[in-house]
């Protein structure tokens, strides 16, 4: 038998196997318990509810039979990593919320779950004392209902899921691509396309492994496709809207950096400091300034849609740029007018 893992951004695991020669019939919750190390076979059987495993490309009950030479794919949520998070009274910015979902407006500078150097102020933290009762949300689980994160300083949208149904429906989606994000960065530069693809492998930085790094195809990384529309043009930069094909870390904002065009005041790629512009000290001021309105860069996800893990509808939600990012749009437009 072969089985391999297939890495993503998103807070999913894929596992693939493909079933030896040998192998008798046996229940597939079984033979996928045997052989998922960690994983309890109610979440297998979860997983499966959710339709999140197939065989060769067909989705099958827990009760299916394995038989040689199948292919199976499932796909769970990241198991929880058992630590103490402590349930904190921290204000969420919750744009809806049902018995199965929340949609949070997570402000930039607030880490989502649990890391080494951020135990306490997350957005899990959060949930914990918002949640409290759920089951999903007690204190010895490190990413409650995840199935996708955005960075620290990025502002926007997520979903958490509140209960395991609706975790597993949730994670089927983001790994199929069938929900749907769009975010606002403000990038540098004067873009020569209106629309445009950024591709190129994403994986760790050899030189530094907290950041990201493009790869030449082929190499290493994972495949990474960023679609753009340059939506205004402020002088020196531009703001645009991105949708994402692939979920990679730090996906934008490693890929604007390798075409030269890093997001405004992104301290890991480059772009907080003056890359495009005049020499004059009045600029620089000006530049500087901008600098301080945001934490870190300027990036937003916009908009977020899915299918309601429970009616079967579609559901869209938006939330507009933070103030910061507001006024910064604000003093560029000032500036290329009066230029």
């Given at each position: 038998?072969?089985?391999?893992?297939?890495?993503?951004?998103?807070?999913?695991?894929?596992?693939?196997?493909?079933?030896?020669?040998?192998?008798?019939?046996?229940?597939?919750?079984?033979?996928?318990?045997?052989?998922?190390?960690?994983?309890?076979?109610?979440?297998?059987?979860?997983?499966?509810?959710?339709?999140?495993?197939?065989?060769?490309?067909?989705?099958?009950?827990?009760?299916?039979?394995?038989?040689?030479?199948?292919?199976?794919?499932?796909?769970?949520?990241?198991?929880?990593?058992?630590?103490?998070?402590?349930?904190?009274?921290?204000?969420?910015?919750?744009?809806?919320?049902?018995?199965?979902?929340?949609?949070?407006?997570?402000?930039?500078?607030?880490?989502?779950?649990?890391?080494?150097?951020?135990?306490?102020?997350?957005?899990?933290?959060?949930?914990?004392?918002?949640?409290?009762?759920?089951?999903?949300?007690?204190?010895?689980?490190?990413?409650?209902?995840?199935?996708?994160?955005?960075?620290?300083?990025?502002?926007?949208?997520?979903?958490?899921?509140?209960n395991e149904?609706?975790?597993?429906?949730?994670?089927?989606?983001?790994?199929?691509?069938?929900?749907?994000?769009?975010?606002?960065?403000?990038?540098?530069?004067?873009?020569?396309?209106?629309?445009?693809?950024?591709?190129?492998?994403?994986?760790?930085?050899?030189?530094?492994?907290?950041?990201?790094y493009v790869?030449?195809?082929?190499?290493?990384?994972?495949?990474?496709?960023?679609?753009?529309?340059?939506?205004?043009?402020?002088?020196?930069?531009?703001?645009?809207?991105?949708?994402?094909?692939?979920?990679?870390?730090?996906?934008?904002?490693?890929?604007?950096?390798?075409?030269?065009?890093?997001?405004?005041?992104?301290?890991?790629?480059?772009?907080?400091?003056?890359?495009?512009?005049?020499?004059?000290?009045?600029y620089r001021?000006?530049?500087?300034?901008?600098?301080?309105?945001?934490?870190?860069?300027?990036?937003?996800?916009?908009?977020?849609?899915?299918?309601?893990?429970?009616?079967?509808?579609?559901?869209?939600?938006?939330?507009?740029?933070?103030?910061?990012?507001?006024?910064?749009?604000?003093?560029?437009?000032?500036?290329?007018?009066?230029?």
């Amino acid at each position: 038998m072969t089985e391999e893992i297939i890495d993503s951004g998103d807070l999913f695991e894929h596992f693939r196997f493909v079933v030896d020669r040998g192998q008798s019939p046996v229940r597939i919750d079984k033979f996928l318990f045997n052989r998922l190390e960690g994983i309890s076979r109610s979440r297998i059987q979860s997983a499966a509810a959710a339709g999140n495993i197939l065989v060769n490309r067909q989705v099958v009950k827990p009760s299916y039979r394995v038989r040689p030479g199948d292919t199976i794919v499932i796909v769970l949520p990241e198991p929880p990593v058992k630590t103490e998070i402590v349930p904190e009274n921290i204000p969420l910015d919750i744009i809806h919320e049902d018995a199965e979902v929340i949609v949070i407006n997570k402000p930039a500078g607030m880490v989502v779950h649990p890391a080494y150097g951020n135990y306490t102020g997350t957005m899990v933290n959060a949930l914990l004392h918002h949640l409290q009762g759920h089951p999903l949300f007690g204190s010895s689980e490190e990413r409650p209902g995840l199935v996708h994160r955005i960075d620290k300083n990025t502002s926007g949208l997520l979903v958490v899921a509140k209960n395991e149904r609706s975790l597993n429906k949730l994670a089927s989606q983001f790994y199929n691509k069938t929900s749907s994000r769009k975010y606002l960065a403000l990038v540098w530069g004067d873009l020569k396309q209106d629309k445009g693809t950024i591709t190129g492998h994403i994986g760790r930085n050899p030189r530094d492994r907290k950041l990201m790094y493009v790869f030449p195809v082929g190499e290493q990384g994972k495949e990474a496709v960023t679609h753009y529309r340059v939506v205004e043009r402020l002088g020196y930069v531009c703001l645009v809207e991105c949708i994402l094909e692939t979920g990679r870390t730090h996906q934008i904002r490693v890929h604007f950096q390798s075409i030269s065009h890093p997001v405004f005041n992104d301290p890991e790629y480059g772009g907080d400091r003056i890359l495009r512009g005049t020499t004059f000290t009045r600029y620089r001021q000006f530049v500087e300034n901008c600098f301080t309105l945001l934490p870190g860069q300027a990036l937003h996800a916009w908009t977020l849609g899915f299918t309601h893990p429970a009616t079967g509808r579609e559901v869209s939600f938006e939330a507009p740029v933070p103030e910061g990012f507001s006024t910064l749009l604000e003093k560029w437009r000032k500036y290329t007018r009066n230029r």
